[in-house]
């Protein structure tokens, strides 16, 4: 995290009623809440995730065993579990 001058960034009103709270020490400023992503939304990782679960309700939809599905997407049987039940779930409620 980079630091900055206070002085260099706000308007001096603004640097003014801040040192009336805090002076002479650092504060972290964080994001405004609009600006935050969610986990793996950057990377894409959350995309991938998703697109992975489908895949795996699809098959499972399809006629494949929760075994198979262990073997083929490398996961335990209460992950496997928890996707089926899951993508069931948000295709009941998309019906």
């Known amino acids: ?3 900055s001058r206070a ?3 706000l ?6 009623e801040i040192q009336k709270y805090v002076q002479g020490r650092e504060i972290y400023i964080p994001k405004a809440t609009e600006n935050y992503a969610r ?3 950057r990377s894409g990782i959350r995309a991938d995730l998703a697109e992975r679960n489908r895949d795996i ?3 499972y939809i399809n ?3 929760v075994e198979e599905l262990m073997a083929q997407f490398h996961l ?3 992950s496997i579990r928890k ?3 899951n993508g069931n779930r948000r295709l009941s409620q998309a019906n």
């Open 1 to 3: 995290m980079a630091t």
């Open 7 to 9: 002085e260099m960034l």
């Open 11 to 16: 308007p001096p009103e603004l640097l003014n």
């Open 39 to 41: 986990w793996g939304e």
């Open 57 to 59: 309700v699809r098959h």
């Open 63 to 65: 006629g494949a065993g």
């Open 76 to 78: 335990s049987y209460d």
């Open 83 to 85: 996707i089926i039940r």
